[in-house]
Nanobody, 120 residues
């Protein structure tokens, strides 16, 4: 059974950092793309970053460039989202998803999300 479980969310002050994890089970991450998406209160879900099976990175949100990075550890079947210099507008539920290639409509499986709140 394919499963994605996000963790690492929480409350952080503006300017702080968090690292989210997306642990996969039921399949091997090596051959799949993993994307991070977020949904802020009252807004539609949007793409943040995606990493392909070959390690290429796609940014979907210009507002996170230079602050967020994505990485994968295939040995641990886990993908990470490192978030630095966090801003209140980064507050959202963050989801990871997987598919053969990057792209919102290419994602076949989704996690349940982890809440990130950026506030003083």
């Amino acid at each position: 059974q394919v499963q994605l479980v996000e963790s690492g969310g929480g409350l952080v002050q503006p300017g702080g950092s968090l690292r989210l994890s997306c642990a996969a089970s039921g399949f091997t991450l090596d051959y799949y793309a993993i994307g991070w998406f977020r949904q802020a209160p009252g807004k539609e879900r949007e793409g943040v970053l995606c990493i392909s099976s070959s390690g290429g990175t796609t940014y979907y949100s210009g507002s996170v460039k230079g602050r967020f990075t994505i990485s994968r550890d295939n040995a641990k079947n886990t993908v990470y989202l490192q978030m630095n210099s966090l801003k209140p507008e980064d507050t959202a539920v963050y989801y990871c998803a997987t598919g053969l290639v990057c792209g919102y409509y290419n994602m076949d499986y989704w996690g349940k999300g982890t809440l990130v709140t950026v506030s003083s």
